[in-house]
């Protein structure tokens, strides 16, 4: 093996490393779409948590403009992390202790999640 072919395996190992991490983080704008398809009939346009639907509910779904979040879903110390975002919004609130109204979403991809994340994390004013 030559220096060269050795500095491209690393190079590669190095890449295949740092993409995933890069994968990660999402876009507002497209996040955006999913939260409108999904979430706004809750949550509102802006998040606010007065949805059309939000005047039925009991609890009132949360404001998310806040930035304020309630759940620890992965223990470390600190509610609202992007990790604690994802749990409740897959696995839905009442996984955590929370309400039932807020349902799980599964089948959302991934990166729609991660979208998504970012898109509320914009959302606080």
């Not at 890069?22 to 704008?29: E, L």
Request: proline share 5%.
């Amino acid at each position: 093996m030559t220096i060269q072919s050795f500095r491209l395996i690393a190079m590669t190992a190095i890449l295949a490393l740092a993409l995933p991490a890069v994968a990660t983080a999402g876009d507002a704008a497209a996040g955006k779409v999913v939260f409108d398809t999904n979430c706004m009939t809750c949550h509102g346009m802006t998040g606010k948590g007065d949805g059309p639907l939000s005047a039925a509910l009991d609890p009132k779904p949360r404001d998310l403009s806040t930035g304020e979040f309630k759940f620890d879903t992965d223990g470390d110390g600190t509610a609202g992390s992007d990790a604690d975002l994802k749990n409740v919004i897959v696995q839905g609130a009442m996984a955590f202790g929370g309400s039932a109204l807020m349902a799980p979403w599964p089948a959302l991809a991934e990166a729609d999640v991660a979208n998504l994340i970012a898109y509320i994390r914009s959302l606080k004013q």
